[in-house]
């Protein structure tokens, strides 16, 4: 079934960046026709090094390209890489919502569709209407990007690699790979299912390489898996052949056992009495209407919900990043008007923590900066406004030890870690800071299993000091490990409230 | 490993290493042309062109920084030094608390629009210059004024070292503006603000204060510059400094603080203000007309703002 010449080899690939991080070691890997193979790893373990190289991004120190069996060079940007058969399709979005579906299927490509500057929009728009009904797109050619649902837009991204593929190295030939860095990120649990099946039919029309962190796809939907520690290739399986399970695939990729598990069994303990945060009748116009709770000292609750419940929603009123229209916000007693803004809210107590690192780090500063501008009370010389260098590098390094932050020094530009290193760093000036209501939203999105129990722990640690938190996610393991008490969320409505135990009975029937 | 070291680190400093070479170039340019540049009296002139300059690009600094506009920074000057000439006969040195006072308070307003009521930046403070014009041209009726007070005139004009005391005023404020951006939370805040407002406002800056506070301050710079430029010149009208406000964007531009915002600094703005403010002694000392020195300025500055953006991590500019 399988062509015993590989349509691309890389053998021997490595990069060392800025001379003191060795991203890539010596590593080879081999993608054959028609199938899905899986490249999975901690963050800076050297999978997105990898990938770049492959998709022409820059080329390594040193390594062989094999091409069908032929040695070429390595591609210089991503244009070659396409015309050599390997696009990419990037974890963030890179949909550009205002244009039509068929106008962002050619972009980039108009000129194989125009004559004296005039588009040949009819003859876009048949081949665009084709490859929708050859992949069971469901949408028009002319609706708008943003119309789609992300898992839509998703498939249209990854229709677009293949057209891409089509257009500039071959219409017939399937002997191309298209690399998905972690597809399902911003996906909900259905949408996941429904692009991997989508998958698994392109499978005839080309190779995919799958980037992800979600070890369950990996398992289910890959022939094959690779595996990077530390930028060594430490694993490779066939899933065809190898029984593996989860927690073997943990162990290959963190290099010790499993310990999430344990902590789900602390829940419940530590809450105190005294009432931190009330929400009562809390309503905002077509997000979320009457949800009332209390959060006490040390609790953690979960905000659980479908996508538009009106869970993300509820937790950025909190954090004071939206507005309410109806009913009362108290924190600590004091009550918190709506408009206010996050920095007010902070004095009061509240900080708030998204994973996703862009809306929280500042990238072109450097590691110290980023934890410092949250902990400023901390390495001021009082009583004056000053900022005391050796405070502020001492700080620095005591997060960067507790959460093995892996960079030359505190004084990294925070653009040049990995997703999983940002995330910690993002985390770690919370934890430094320690505020008395601590909100989560999607805490470990698009991270690895070693940097999430990384974060679970940190978490856990402030929770049984007395910090609150309030959680929202996409991933039910993350409430039933974390939370004491889940909120269900309907449309906009609380359904009804479950304690850890009574969630996880929910969750698994 | 040692090589790709130092070029990741020349990298940064690109910037300053640019304009040093620039500054280096011009001035010895200047001075095989004309061997008196660089004598005690073309001294005193480049010092007396930089230094008025120096703090008012100090204060526009701070607000680019923060990825904002200031472009009433010119207009404010004038007032300043507008006021002080009108009044000092009236209520004696009490017009420069009064001058100060009152740019203060247009900065106050410029922050105020922006920060508050969510008017571009480069709006409302084109809006507020026009005021700050209209109110210097009601008050001076367009007339040349001069100033006869001593000790007035004392503060930019007395010789210490050989050098006129304005170049002392302009040191001290490049010096302390250095300090506030590097030592304190306000400095780091504004930093914050221009590489990621969102961010900035989560980590707890309050983004509205900090936005006002900065333009107040450039405010104050503008006004504290056209005071020492007033005692200086010792007279003018509305027409003076008519055409500084592109080579004083171009000075903060030139030193290496990007208009992006997060970036750069006041300590990069010293050169920018030698590069510029020395281009333009040197061709007023040659005679060169106006004409080609606002050429020779405009190429300098998209110049250095070429030769100094960092291409590898600025994405798509707008």
């Known amino acids: ?41 901690e963050n800076g373990a050297g999978k997105s090094t990898l990938m770049k190289i492959l998709a022409g991004v820059f080329p390594p120190d040193s390594g062989e390209w094999y091409y069908t069996g032929q040695k070429l060079t390595f591609p210089k940007n991503p244009k070659e890489a396409v015309e050599r058969g390997v696009a990419i399709v990037y974890q963030e979005k890179g949909v550009v919502p205002a244009l039509k579906v068929y106008q962002y299927l050619f972009l980039g490509h108009e000129d194989k569709y125009s004559e004296f500057f005039r588009l040949k929009t009819n003859e876009m728009k048949k081949y665009a209407d084709e490859m929708l009904k050859e992949f069971h797109i469901d949408c028009d050619i002319e609706n708008f990007m943003y119309e789609l649902s992300p898992s839509t837009q998703k498939m249209i991204e990854i229709a677009k690699a293949i057209l891409s593929l089509r257009l500039e190295y071959g219409s017939d030939n399937t002997a191309s790979v298209v690399i998905l860095d972690e597809p399902t990120a911003p996906l909900t649990v259905e949408e996941r299912q429904d692009l991997f099946n989508y998958i698994l039919k392109m499978k005839k029309a080309t190779s995919f390489v799958l980037v992800s962190h979600i070890m369950h796809e990996v398992l289910e939907f890959t022939d094959r898996v690779y595996v990077l520690r530390d930028g060594k290739l430490v694993a490779h ?201 601590l909100l989560l939203e999607d805490p470990t999105i698009g991270i690895d299993v070693g940097a999430r129990e990384d974060i679970y722990e940190a978490v856990l640690e402030m929770k049984n000091e007395g910090v609150s938190m309030v959680l929202v996610s996409d991933d039910p393991k993350e409430y039933s490990t974390l939370c004491d008490k889940i909120i269900f969320m309907k449309s906009g409505r609380v359904e009804k409230v479950l304690n850890a135990l009574e969630f996880k009975e929910a969750i698994v029937t | 490993m040692v090589r790709s070291t130092i070029f990741r680190g020349s990298q940064q400093n690109m910037a300053t290493i640019v304009s040093v070479i620039a500054a280096i170039a011009i001035i010895s340019t200047f001075q095989i042309i004309n061997p008196s540049f660089l004598s005690p009296q073309g001294r005193i002139s480049l010092v007396y062109a930089m230094s008025y300059f120096l703090i008012a690009a100090c204060g526009l600094t701070m607000v680019i920084m923060m990825g904002s506009f200031d472009f009433s920074v010119v207009s404010l000057l004038k007032l300043a030094a507008l006021i002080c000439v009108l009044y000092i006969d009236d209520i004696g040195l009490l017009v420069i608390p009064l001058a100060l006072l009152v740019c203060t308070g247009f900065g106050f307003i410029n922050g105020l629009l922006f920060a508050r009521f969510k008017v571009p930046s480069f709006l409302a403070t084109l809006g507020m210059s026009l005021v700050a014009e209209g109110l210097a041209l009601y008050l001076s009726k367009g007339f040349l004024y001069m100033i006869t007070n ?11 070292g050989g050098l006129p005391s304005i170049f002392y005023w302009g040191l001290g404020v490049w010096a302390v503006s250095i300090f506030v951006a590097f030592y304190t939370p306000f400095g780091r805040h504004l930093y914050a603000i221009g590489g990621n407002p969102t961010a900035a406002s ?117």
């Open chain 2, 202 to 318: 989560l980590c707890g800056v309050d983004v509205v204060k900090t936005r006002i506070n900065a333009f107040m301050l450039s405010g104050f710079l503008a006004g504290l510059a056209g005071v020492l430029y007033m005692a200086q010149f010792g007279g003018g009208s509305i027409e003076m400094g008519a055409d500084m406000s592109i080579p004083l964007f171009a000075s903060v531009v030139a030193g290496g603080t990007s208009l992006a915002g997060g970036t750069g600094g006041p300590h990069r703005t010293l050169l920018g203000v030698i590069l510029i403010t020395w281009t333009q002694a040197g061709m007023s000392m040659l005679a060169m007309g106006n004409d080609r020195q606002l050429v020779i300025f405009a190429l300098i500055a998209i110049g250095m703002s070429v030769l100094t953006t960092n291409r590898k991590s600025a994405s798509i500019v707008k």
């Open chain 1, 237 to 437: 399986y066939n899933l065809s052949e190898d029984k593996i399970t989860e927690n073997d695939l943990f162990k290959a990729i963190v290099g010790k056992e499993f310990v999430e598990e344990l902590h789900a069994t602390q829940t419940g303990r530590n809450v105190g009495d005294e009432v931190v945060l009330v929400a009562k009748n809390l309503t905002k116009k077509g997000s979320y209407y009457d949800v009332s709770f209390e959060l006490r000292k040390g609790e953690c609750i979960g905000i659980f919900g479908p996508a538009g419940s009106g869970k993300s929603e509820i937790i950025k009123t909190i954090a004071g990043i939206l507005h309410f229209d109806k009913g009362v916000l108290a924190v600590k007693g004091e009550e918190a008007k709506s408009g206010e803004l996050p920095h007010v809210r902070l004095t009061k107590g509240v900080g708030y923590f998204c994973g996703r690192t862009e809306e929280q780090l500042f990238f072109n500063w450097s590691v110290r900066k980023n934890i410092s501008i949250v902990n400023m009370e901390k390495i001021l010389r009082k009583p004056l406004p000053v900022i005391n260098f050796n405070t502020e590098k001492q700080v620095t390094e005591k997060i960067m030890q507790k959460f093995r932050i892996k960079t030359p020094s505190v004084d990294t530009d925070c653009q040049s870690l990995s997703g999983g290193n940002k995330q910690k760093l993002s985390v770690g000036r919370w934890f430094e800071r320690r505020p008395d209501i």
């Open chain 2, 150 to 160: 001593r000790t007035f005139r004392a503060l930019s004009v007395t010789f210490i």
């Open chain 1, 1 to 41: 079934m399988k062509d015993n010449v590989p349509i691309i080899e890389l053998k021997n690939v490595s990069k060392t960046f800025g001379g003191v991080v060795r991203a890539l070691d010596s590593v080879s890997i081999a993608i054959y026709k028609n199938e899905v193979v899986g490249v999975v790893g």
